[in-house]
């Protein structure tokens, strides 16, 4: 074939791609689906065959590890923040270093970040933990942009962390090399930045009143320190049998989702907790969490906030 019929060959493809992708949306397809109709007119456009259906199998599962580790990690951090640990670790750090604010704000940042390191997405550290530590930042006497701002940039920093950087999985699966040697030039680049942010927005902050922080903070009934770390140190150390990363955290996730035989009882205490405390939580968007409850307390009663 000549230069200039693969050059034409290659436009008719790319219009055909076009069209369909353009067909899809007036059609009211979603934007996943209009790539695939794209790719489809373009493979036939370009005489692909057979082999078009090859290409879409080799394709879907070049990053069904990637894909295994979102989903379990997400369920994983879902877990720990249903059954209260998040709440748990956020008061502990308050009790132990509210008179200490440097280290209770460093403290505070792995808390986002740890969230975002294990799952790959920022917006799971704010879904999680972003309520929790919002309510510990504003009894620090921070600004509600200031908590805002800090929160936001730890939590895109988390998605970028180590161990699971969404971002060079992709590129390592597209290209075939193992995903290795990641961990400190990952690492350490985000832990600068962590700091950097959370001391230029954490200026100004106040020792804390131990008692009324942690009264804004639901106590986890029937949870204890064991109960939280067990589940990580399951992962940990399930992370390190089989050497595919994928086999390894999402089984390690899997399994430590079922260390705590009593989750269902502590996060049913937890929530019921909450409900009859009958105190009013703040519905806005910095407290993410607690206006998840005020809204199912107002399908309950009835009442308006």
């Not at 200039?4 to 979603?30: C, E, N, P, R």
């Not at 800090?150 to 970028?160: D, H, M, P, Q, R």
């Not at 008692?211 to 992962?235: N, Q």
Request: net charge neutral; glycine share 12%.
């Amino acid at each position: 074939m000549s230069a200039d019929a693969i050059y034409m060959q290659t436009i008719i493809a790319g219009l055909v791609m076009v069209g369909a992708y353009a067909v899809g949306k007036f059609l009211k397809f979603s934007t996943e689906l209009c790539m695939f109709v794209a790719v489809i007119g373009g493979a036939i456009a370009g005489g692909a065959g057979f082999d078009t259906f090859r290409h879409i199998a080799e394709g879907s599962v070049t990053y069904l590890d990637i894909g295994l580790i979102f989903v379990f990690a997400t369920i994983f951090m879902n877990i720990i923040k249903e059954s209260g640990g998040t709440n748990y670790i956020v008061r502990k750090i308050i009790g132990a270093f509210h008179n200490k604010r440097i280290l209770m704000l460093i403290l505070l940042m792995l808390v986002i970040l740890v969230p975002g390191a294990l799952t790959g997405a920022g917006s799971i550290s704010v879904l999680v933990v972003g309520g929790t530590v919002a309510a510990a930042l504003n009894a620090m006497g921070l600004s509600k942009v200031r908590i805002s701002a800090l929160i936001f940039i730890v939590a895109g920093l988390s998605a970028a962390a180590p161990p699971v950087n969404i971002w060079a999985m992709m590129t390592c699966a597209g290209t075939a090399i193992s995903y290795v040697g990641f961990t400190m030039p990952l690492l350490v680049p985000i832990l600068i930045l962590g700091l950097f942010s959370v001391i230029y927005f954490g200026r100004g902050a106040k020792n804390i009143d131990k008692e009324k922080a942690l009264s804004e903070i639901p106590d986890p009934k029937g949870l204890s320190g064991w109960s939280v770390a067990v589940r990580f140190c399951c992962a940990r150390v399930l992370a390190w049998g089989p050497k595919n990363l994928a086999v390894r955290i999402s089984g390690s996730w899997i399994a430590s989702c079922f260390c705590n035989l009593r989750f269902g009882c502590v996060a049913d205490e937890f929530q019921e907790s909450e409900y009859s405390e009958g105190q009013q939580g703040d519905c806005g968007a910095i407290d993410t969490a607690n206006s998840n409850y005020c809204s199912r307390r107002h399908a309950d009663t009835g009442n308006e906030f």
